[in-house]
DNA sequence: CGAAAGGTTGACAATGCTCAACAACTGTGG
DNA sequence: CCACAGTTGTTGAGCATTGTCAACCTTTCG
């Protein structure tokens, strides 16, 4: 955790054992993506995975743990740019580009695959190997950068927070465990860098949910008490897929018409 | 523009030449993707190519004129998710799906070349024989949801709408045209939506940017005047790639010492 | 046990939104 | 070609949400 940088990164790559015995394989974004035996990584709380910057090696699939993915602006803000779950896998980012183009580190103790890439040949050989393999989850990746965005332009300090919750209950559902009480990985900072708020609204939005008793917070434990409610906030703004296709609604040049507005 | 939407999508498929005789053949995002000749589409200003919830049947390469995507929300309200300039493909974000996740309208009259995918097969079949193709495209287009993401969740009105301007600058540059003048395809309500302002803040920053003498603007017509200014402006808070990787910036947990903060 | 990190809460300020009036431009029909 | 209506853009005043600064509490971990 307060390791220097270049520690995380020369981790001893213990083999870890295969797929086979993988509490992720089920639903694991890199199944099958490679043949050969894969390599593991173990990290450590707040050791970092690989550092933007870093000539691009390998992709990583996540066993146990979470990462998140951040970067720092030019007048030294932080980003976090996402945050990653067993199953899913890190790096894709990059994956067409000779350096990282973000940070990833580790929320608490982490264990990955490591799927080597051919270096330089991202973008062209490895494109017909992995694509199939691929595209589901940079599919996954487009469609969730593609709800950040409109979660980000539009959402209110409160919307965001259930949102996020409620991304949150789903990740867990996906994966076996209790959708309405779990254990958040990230601090309270991460989160608002995440979902574009300070850390005192989330702490202030958090307390305000639970004294309406739609939540139940006690440090990173959260408890969704209520969530047909929550999801009435969360969707409030969000995309209707069909929305009365017949309608006008749908042509442009008459959309001054409507009370279009953002937030 | 105040056509019925089925109107805008049984525009008459005229078959127009092909890539030979197309201005952006160089550069284009759509270049060899297929070899069959292409049919072509000419939309006027408002006419809508595809409504959310269409069957893809087809991704859409321009050629001349210029495409807004955007979704509607639950209480109403309409965000922008994309502009789409000559030489890019609108569809992208539908590709792996079976029915349209948003709307595609012409900003102006807009002519497009048609690709037509074999209706299911996007996600399998097409996978090996577009990858190589599709990947440059895949690609930027995540890179620029990332891009929106920061700048959603920490600029400034001011930072948002000088790095939109320079977004707009970079894309006519890249096509031949000047960068330090052009002409807004977009009104105040479309920019602000896309950039997660108001339109009457979009109004007011750019009075704002013309009293401070950096840009000069009339109606949709921009000037800028001091593009290393405008470009200190937007590079604030935009991602540093090296930025210092040695000292223990980079590490996590760490972060709570740094004034870190969002917006 | 004590220090450090993380979380909560309060007071205040400011950015950006809402409502509203008005001005400028576009396009259309007489 | 002009006048009008409709649309788009500008500007102002007030307000609300959220950010800022700061103090304090709680948990964790050495």
């Known amino acids: 955790m307060q390791l220097p940088p270049t520690k995380g990164r020369s981790a001893p790559p213990d083999a870890l054992p295969c797929c086979d015995s993988c509490p992720q394989a089920p639903g694991c974004h890199a199944a099958g993506l490679v043949q050969q035996p894969r390599r593991g990584v173990r990290l450590r709380k707040g050791q970092p995975l ?8 390998a992709l990583y699939a996540i066993r146990v743990g979470t990462v998140k993915t951040h970067v720092t602006t030019g007048d030294g803000r932080t980003q976090v740019v996402g945050f990653h779950f067993p199953g899913e896998l890190v790096g894709l ?89 779990f254990i958040l990985r990230m601090s309270r900072e991460e989160i ?38 929550l999801r009435i906030i969360a969707e409030r703004p969000t995309i209707s897929a069909h929305t009365a296709p017949d309608t006008d609604a749908g042509t442009e040049g008459a959309a001054a018409g409507s009370a279009a507005s953002n937030r």
Chains 1, 2 share one sequence.
């Not at 690989?50 to 090696?57: A, N, Q």
């Not at 702490?203 to 047909?228: M, N, W, Y």
Request: contains cysteine; glycine residues 6%; neutral net charge.
């Open 50 to 57: 690989y550092l933007i910057g870093d000539p691009v090696t």
């Open 192 to 229: 608002g860098s995440y979902v574009g708020l300070t850390l005192e609204t989330v702490s202030r939005q958090f307390s305000r949910l639970a004294e309406t008793g739609l939540i139940r917070v006690r440090h990173r434990c959260v408890e969704l008490l209520d969530k047909p409610a």
């Open 93 to 181: 980012d990059s994956l067409t580009r000779p350096r990282y183009v973000s940070y990833a580190t580790a929320l608490e103790d982490t264990k990955l695959c490591v799927i080597a890439i051919d270096p330089g040949s991202a973008a062209t050989a490895a494109a017909p190997a992995l694509s199939s393999q691929l595209f589901p989850a940079l599919d996954y990746q487009a469609r969730r950068a593609w709800a950040m965005q409109t979660m980000l332009a539009l959402m209110t300090a409160e919307e965001r927070l259930v949102t996020f919750l409620l991304w949150m209950a789903d990740g867990f559902a996906a994966r076996g465990f209790s959708s309405s009480a």
